[in-house]
């Protein structure tokens, strides 16, 4: 079984709409991420959210945002996407208790055009 | 965040040891160094973190020198599935967990049969 699932595995779309990325963790941890890998291969952190907090990196635009329907999932919606959001995206989670290390999705390749 | 500094790639040969070396000389006393390696087309996956003592796992082994300013990972043999961007991060212990972790550049091994 998958730990951390992401869908989908590839996203191509236009300027100006508006997409959503679903990750879903059976993992039962207490927190959840979204990382941005670029182009040139950085691997930065977008956001960490469990029920209580959620931290947002202050250089994320506010078109980018975290939606959790429960503790097992953390969906990124993005609206009005720009050329500059093509990148890969990755979900983790972590259990908040003790150091406990991040598990990664296997990302999802979005294209703007 | 302490700054690290990686080789940009290494290579090894097939059943050989490799050691990946990391030089965190900014580290705080409190923070943890933590590895971990990225496969092509997969999401980055924890391999092991210490704190003073060198560690080891079913994955690798961690060697943190004395003065903590530098650390090496050594894989004990390498195979083709080793091949991978290892990433070394110095990170304090957030409420329990690796999140925030941030990544550089790595180290891209290689792995000839």
């Known amino acids: 079984d998958t730990a951390v699932s992401q869908t989908p595995k590839y996203l191509v779309t236009q300027m100006g709409n508006d997409k959503s990325i679903k990750c879903e963790q059976n993992l039962g941890h207490d927190t959840m991420y979204w990382y941005k890998q670029d182009s040139k291969k950085f691997l930065k952190i977008m956001f960490s959210y469990n029920n209580k907090e959620l931290i947002i990196n202050e250089t994320v635009p506010n078109r980018f945002s975290p939606k959790s329907p429960d503790k097992a999932h953390l969906n990124l919606h993005i609206n009005s996407l720009e050329l500059g959001d093509s990148a890969v995206y990755f979900c983790?989670?972590?259990?908040?208790?003790?150091?406990?290390?991040?598990?990664f999705g296997n990302g999802t390749r979005l294209t703007v055009t | 965040d302490a700054k690290t500094t990686q080789p940009n790639s290494m290579e090894s040969n097939e059943e050989e040891p490799v050691h990946l070396p990391c030089n965190h000389s900014?580290?705080?006393?409190?923070?943890?160094i933590h590895w971990y390696r990225q496969l092509p087309s997969q999401g980055p996956e924890y391999v092991i973190h210490g704190l003073t003592s060198n560690v080891n796992n079913r994955m690798a082994s961690l060697a943190i020198a004395e003065d903590r300013k530098s650390s090496t990972l050594i894989l004990h043999r390498a195979t083709l599935r080793d091949a991978a961007v290892y990433y070394c991060i110095p990170s304090p212990n957030y409420g329990g967990s690796q999140g925030n972790l941030i990544f550089g550049k790595g180290t891209k091994l290689s792995v000839k049969p």
């Open positions: 983790a989670s972590s259990q908040v208790q003790g150091l406990s290390p991040l598990h």
């Open positions: 900014t580290i705080s006393g409190t923070d943890y």
